[in-house]
């Protein structure tokens, strides 16, 4: 894997989110960071998931509140509500 994002120490971070699309990483990836949640970015370039797969983790300590947020969002429907 490919760490894209700046370096933390990511052993206490925990995989919250994979998708084979770019623009849907990045969307995640800022909704998560709008809330404040700091994220790392891994791209699979190779090994059990599809090439170019776009990982998300989070600091376990706030993976309850990332998967509350994808929950909410709905999977694939990241989009902002303007309601």
């Not at 994002?5 to 995989?15: I, K, R």
């Not at 370039?45 to 998967?67: F, I, K, N």
Request: aromatic share 4%.
């Amino acid at each position: 894997m490919t760490d894209t994002t700046e370096h933390h120490d990511d052993a206490d971070f925990v995989h919250v989110f994979d998708t084979p699309s770019q623009g849907e990483g990045e969307i995640a990836k800022s909704r998560l960071e709008a809330e404040g949640i700091p994220v790392i970015e891994k791209e699979e370039v190779g090994g059990m998931l599809p090439a170019g797969t776009v990982q998300l983790w989070v600091p376990s300590a706030r993976e309850a509140e990332a998967r509350a947020l994808f929950e909410d969002i709905g999977v694939g429907n990241l989009e902002v509500d303007e309601d």
